[in-house]
């Protein structure tokens, strides 16, 4: 009776693992599957956090666009001509709230911490 099985150390976690001698182990060595499934997930959390973001940055163009749009209706409306104002601003204002956002949330992490809150 021939042996269906051989044994093979994970290279990160280093335990050893019976894996199908017909499995063909790269040069690079093996990954048991606990192992491949923590990288798969940090892999997937990545791509969460990556597509949160541009989804709000998506959200904030649209903002800043919906708000130009009535601030220039609004100020046609008070001055009577079709003049660009501060209202142009609206955009730049949207796009540092980001950074501003960011900063104010950090602070206050940063003081819940100090004050174990």
Request: glycine share 4%; hydrophobic share 45%.
């Amino acid at each position: 009776m021939t042996k269906d099985v051989t044994t093979a150390v994970c290279r990160r976690c280093k335990r050893r693992w019976n894996i199908s001698r017909l499995r063909k182990v790269p040069l690079s060595g093996y990954i048991c599957p606990e192992c491949a499934d923590a990288e798969r997930r940090q892999q997937q959390a990545l791509e969460r956090r990556t597509a949160k973001k541009i989804a709000v940055a998506c959200a904030m163009a649209f903002v800043a666009v919906l708000l130009t749009m009535w601030a220039r209706a609004q100020a046609v409306a008070w001055r009577g001509n079709t003049a660009w104002g501060g209202e142009a601003l609206v955009p730049v204002y949207v796009i540092a709230a980001w950074p501003v956002w960011r900063t104010l949330r950090d602070w206050a992490r940063s003081c819940r911490e100090d004050l174990h809150i």
